[in-house]
């Protein structure tokens, strides 16, 4: 996928960027800012177009029986477009070295992953409900690794 490409090379340009920035005893927020804009920009575009054609896409691409999956795509494409803009910033608390931070919110994604999957299931909900509160945990517990990073790049 060419986003999970943008969403490598932004990893590894933050992660040079963060170091740097530790090492120079520095304020990184305005690359973080930068970075957050055009991760954002990019998986916005994604997702808009996901959420537009994925269904038709899928069905005209592999048949009618995978329109379901665009289906799918539709419900998730939120949480990808968080996930863009969130993994390269994941590991700024780990370079700043706020591991007691990272763990809290490591915690806090085993919690949301394990209600939104079982808790549905549990009332007997349809896949597409649990794919919805799965989407819609993953993309807060995302949204916690942004200001996570946000937070490191300031104290650094």
Same mark, same amino acid.
């Given at each position: 996928?060419?986003?999970?490409?943008?969403?490598?090379?932004?990893?590894?340009? $933050?992660?040079?960027?963060?170091?740097? !920035?530790?090492?120079?005893?520095?304020?990184?927020?305005?690359?973080?800012?930068?970075?957050?804009?055009?991760?954002?920009?990019?998986?916005?575009?994604? %997702?808009?177009?996901?959420?537009?054609?994925?269904?038709?896409?899928?069905? /005209?691409? $592999?048949?009618?029986?995978?329109? !379901?999956?665009?289906?799918?795509?539709?419900?998730?494409?939120?949480? #990808?477009? %968080?996930?863009?803009?969130?993994?390269?910033?994941?590991?700024?608390?780990?370079?700043?070295?706020?591991?007691?931070?990272?763990?809290?919110?490591?915690?806090?994604?085993? /919690?949301?992953?394990?209600?939104?999957?079982?808790?549905?299931? @549990?009332?007997? @909900?349809?896949? #597409? #409900?649990?794919?919805?509160? @799965?989407?819609?945990? %993953?993309?807060?517990? #995302?949204?916690?690794?942004?200001?996570?990073?946000?937070?490191?790049?300031?104290?650094?």
């Amino acid at each position: 996928l060419p986003t999970a490409l943008f969403g490598r090379v932004a990893a590894s340009f $933050f992660q040079q960027y963060l170091g740097n !920035s530790l090492k120079k005893k520095h304020d990184a927020t305005k690359g973080i800012l930068g970075i957050t804009f055009l991760l954002g920009s990019i998986g916005g575009i994604t %997702m808009i177009v996901t959420i537009i054609f994925a269904p038709d896409f899928f069905s /005209l691409t $592999f048949g009618t029986s995978w329109r !379901s999956a665009g289906e799918a795509a539709q419900i998730l494409a939120p949480m #990808y477009c %968080m996930q863009l803009v969130a993994a390269p910033l994941s590991q700024a608390q780990i370079i700043a070295h706020r591991m007691s931070g990272q763990i809290k919110v490591e915690i806090i994604r085993l /919690l949301i992953v394990c209600l939104s999957i079982f808790v549905p299931n @549990y009332f007997e @909900y349809s896949p #597409y #409900y649990v794919l919805g509160t @799965y989407s819609i945990g %993953m993309t807060l517990v #995302y949204a916690l690794y942004v200001l996570a990073a946000f937070r490191s790049a300031r104290t650094l």
